[in-house]
Nanobody, 123 residues
């Protein structure tokens, strides 16, 4: 059983930065892709970023492209989301997810989920 634990969320002002981390248990972390999703109050969960098992391929939602960067350290079983130039619209609970089968931008494709970490961006 794989467990994902997010950390690094918090309150930040517009224009600030945060770095989220997602630590995974298990020996197979390096064999599957990972993703970050977010959910704002009253809204559906939405795709933020994806990274391949090797880290060689990444993709982003248009709303965060150029501001966020996803990376991973397979030796540490950890995936990161560096968030810069944050805006109030980035506020929400951020979830990491692992092992997608199918569309990597679709939450239903992922087998493993963390509990989420709150990010709040003040105006």
């Amino acid at each position: 059983q794989v467990q994902l634990v997010e950390s690094g969320g918090g309150l930040v002002q517009t224009g600030g930065s945060l770095r989220l981390s997602c630590a995974a248990s298990g020996r197979t972390f390096s064999s599957y892709a990972m993703g970050w999703f977010r959910q704002a109050p009253g809204k559906d969960r939405e795709f933020v970023a994806h990274i391949s098992w090797s880290g060689g391929s990444t993709s982003y939602a248009d709303s965060v492209k150029g501001r966020f960067a996803i990376s991973r350290d397979n030796a540490k079983n950890t995936v990161y989301l560096q968030m810069n130039s944050l805006k109030p619209d980035d506020t929400g609970v951020y979830y990491c997810a692992g092992k997608p089968t199918g569309g990597v931008r679709t939450s239903a494709a992922y087998a493993y989920w963390g509990q989420g970490t709150q990010v709040t961006v003040s105006a």
